[in-house]
T-cell receptor, first 116, second 110 residues
Framework: GAVVSQHPSRVICKSGTSVKIECRSL??????MFWYRQFPKQSLMLMAT?????????EQGVEKDKFLINHASLTLSTLTVTSAHPEDSSFYIC????????????FGEGSRLTVL | SQQGEEDPQALSIQEGENATMNCSYK?????LQWYRQNSGRGLVHLIL?????REKHSGRLRVTLDTSKKSSSLLITASRAADTASYFC??????????FGKGTRLSVIA
């Protein structure tokens, strides 16, 4: 089945540094990828929609300068958390929609960010 | 914005019992999907039911959809300890991102 690889799975960084998270679709092309954020015991909150070759579409309340998204190819999207602060600590999950899919999204395993 | 709302928020049952989770939503949909998430892991797609379908089965899973009531249910029969996880419903309005509910945390006690 389709696989979405997310890296790194865990990252700890100091406050003020930037962290990049990669999301790759391994065996299909994804024109659209989505980035979600999940707090403990909470649901997934959509942060942004990443379209290959164009600017990401951010949800209301999500700072685009804080969470930089790049979708340079049909198999790779990156999320960079810039100048991270402790309140940015969270579980970030990406998902990708297969170009030929009828609706199913494939999810990465998630990246747990801890900002000290 | 959140659309799906699952209930109960938490469910604890004995192994072998059936587990039923419900999901309600607010706007029209193309399909509704159920996902499972083990603690600290990504989501796993379980089943998709389209707006013109009323019931769907997959192994021990049975999903119903009532578009007039804007609700869906997920039934897991003969539950196992390994079914312990959080279960989310997500609505798909078309060429849009999925909108997830808050989830039901299922605990199956051996």
């Amino acid at each position: 089945g389709a696989v979405v690889s997310q890296h790194p799975s865990r990252v700890i960084c100091k406050s003020g540094t930037s962290v990049k998270i990669e999301c790759r679709s391994l065996d299909f092309q994804a024109t659209t990828m989505f980035w979600y954020r999940q707090f403990p015991k909470q649901s997934l909150m959509l942060m942004a929609t990443s379209n290959e070759g164009s600017k990401a579409t951010y949800e209301q309340g999500v700072e685009k300068d804080k969470f930089l998204i790049n979708h340079a190819s049909l198999t790779l999207s990156t999320l960079t958390v810039t100048s991270a602060h402790p309140e940015d600590s969270s579980f970030y999950i990406c998902s990708a929609r297969d170009r030929g899919s009828t609706g199913e999204l494939f999810f990465g395993e998630g990246s747990r960010l801890t900002v000290l | 914005s959140q659309q799906g709302e699952e209930d109960p928020q938490a469910l604890s049952i004995q192994e072998g019992e059936n587990a039923t989770m419900n999901c309600s939503y607010k706007t029209s949909i193309n399909n509704l999907q159920w996902y499972r998430q083990n603690s600290g892991r990504g989501l796993v797609h379980l089943i998709l039911i389209r707006s013109n379908e009323r019931e769907k089965h997959s192994g021990r899973l049975r999903v119903t959809l009532d578009t007039s009531k804007k609700s869906s249910s997920l039934l897991i029969t003969a539950s196992r300890a390994a079914d312990t996880a959080s279960y989310f419903c997500a609505t798909d309005g078309g060429n849009t991102p999925l909108v997830f509910g808050k989830g039901t945390r299922l605990s199956v006690i051996a």
